[in-house]
C-alpha cells in the first residue's frame, strides 16, 4: 500500500507540473526561446571559434573541436544533419579573421538573447515578474553565457583527460586502463551528464528575479539534465533511423533538424523549471 500511494503521490505531482506547464503556455514559449536561441546560434560559434583561434592558432584544429562539441551535445549533427552545420562550422571557421574587438562585443551581446528570454520564460514559471530591468537582464545573461562556455570548455577538458588516461599503457594495481572498458564507457557518459546539471542548476537558481531555493534549483536541474540527455539519444536515433529530412528540406536539412532539436530541448528546459516551481511550493 505504501508503494502504491507514493506512486499515486507522484502521479499527482506530475500531473500538476503538467497543467502548469500547459498554463503557462510552455509550447508557444519554448517556440520563442528556439527562434532567438537559433538567430543567436551562429553569434556564439563565431564567438567561441574566434576564441578558440586565438589560442590554438589553428583553424583545422578549432573546427574540429567546437564541431565535436556540437556533435556531443546536439543529435541535430546525426547522419542526416553533419554535413550541413559542418559547412557553416568551416565557414564561420574561415571568417573568423574579419571580426575586430567591437565585433566581439556585438557577438557576445547578441549571444546573449537567447538567455535573456530565457530568464522571462523561468520567472513565467515561478509566477515572479521579470522586473530587472533591461541593463541588469542583459549582464546577467551575458554572465551566464561566460559560465556556460567555461562549464563546457571544463567539460571537454575532462573528456580529453579520459582519453589520454586511458590510452596510456600502465597498470595500477596490476589492472591497465584497457582491461576496464566499462569503467571509461560509463565515465564517458557520466561527465557531460554532470556538467550539464551544474550547468543547469546554476542557470535555475540565478535566472529568476526571486531567490530560488537550492533544492529546487538542483531538483529542476537533475530533470532537465536526465531528459536532456535521454532526449539526445532518442531524437539522434529517430533522426538517423526514421526521419529523412533531406528528401524534403535538401542541403537544409541539418539545420531544419536542429531547430526541432532547440525546440525540443527548449521545452525541457521550461517543463524542468515548472517541475521545480512546483516542487518548491508543495515544500512551502
Known sequence: MRILSCLAEAWSFLREVAREFNDDNGGIVAAAIAFYAFTSLIPLLLLGISALGFFLRSDTRTESIVFGLLRSYSPALAEQGAQGVSKVVEEIVQSRGTIGGLGLIGLVWTGSQAFANLQ?????????????????????????????????????GLTT??????????????VAPQE???VWTLAAYA????VTIVMLTLMYNALPTR?????????SGVVAGLLWE???YAFGWYVANFANYS??????????VLIFWIYYSS???IFAAEFGATLARRLD
Open 191 to 194: 561527465i557531460p551528464l554532470i
Open 267 to 269: 521545452m525541457i528546459l
Open 247 to 256: 528528401a524534403v528540406y535538401g542541403s537544409l536539412a541539418g539545420l531544419i
Open 230 to 232: 535521454a532526449a539526445k
Open 180 to 182: 576496464i572498458p566499462l
Open 120 to 156: 522571462r520564460a523561468v520567472n513565467i514559471a515561478w509566477d515572479t515578474p521579470n522586473d530587472r530591468g533591461f541593463l541588469k537582464t542583459r549582464l546577467l545573461a551575458i554572465a551566464m553565457l561566460v559560465a556556460v562556455g567555461l562549464l563546457l570548455l571544463v567539460s571537454l
Open 161 to 174: 583527460l579520459l582519453n589520454i588516461v586511458q590510452s596510456y599503457d600502465v597498470s595500477l594495481f596490476g
Open 211 to 219: 531567490k530560488v531555493p537550492i533544492s529546487a534549483a538542483l531538483a
